[in-house]
């Protein structure tokens, strides 16, 4: 498949899901998603099938970040990815939000390699990765309290897990829960100074969502109700 063929079903894809691409952002897309593909008979990466750009892997590892994309607060300048694996959601959400600080957080060496040369790839002056646990970076004092936006793609989350990365989110920061149509409602699992912010249908097609969490500052009132989380209504 040449560029501008590749470039062509991306942008359609993302058209379908209400996202404009750019030119060059098309072009950092396809650089992105090659060298993935490449790495990907080394190392297991994803379980998507790459060698054929099937709708549903354009959909899942390039669109979904781009559609999360238009929920990044504005001003954020850090954020910080969990679990970043083949680097998506995080990857794709970088290129569509220019000047955000990215520090990726994976456990596995050979796969922290890959992300680092997607960033060399890709000339992402303003990333890098940790090769560490992420409970592991609660060590790290200057990483506290410092991202405008934390983001991890899991099927389950404990309220354990969702208090460590807090103590990575600024009082007022956000946290982005990228949800599967299988995945657990987090709601039991919330608890301040975490609280509920919003749940936005994210792609149709892979009945997908993003659950927004907002850290409420230190000795701010929360209203009653809005720690509890109800995504009946924000269904498709």
Known sequence: MTSREFQDRVTRRARRAGVTVSPDL??????????????NHKINLTGLNLAELAPETIDRLLVEPLVAARYVPSGAKRMLDVGSGGGSPA????????????????????????????????????????????????ARPDLHETNDLVTIRAVRIESKVLMTLQAFTRPGGQIFLFRGSGGADPAETIHPPLTWKATYPLLESLRSRLVVLEKRPVGRAVPRGTNV????SHKY
């Open 91 to 138: 990857i794709p959400l970088a290129l569509a939000t220019p000047g955000v600080e990215l520090l990726m957080v994976e456990a596995k060496t050979r796969k922290s390699v890959f992300l680092r040369e997607a960033i060399r790839t890709l000339a992402l002056p303003a990333a890098d990765v940790a090769t560490a646990r992420f409970e592991e970076l609660l």
């Open 229 to 232: 989380l109800d995504e009946r």
């Open 26 to 39: 098309a072009e950092q897309l396809e650089a992105y998603y090659r060298l993935l593909a490449t790495w």
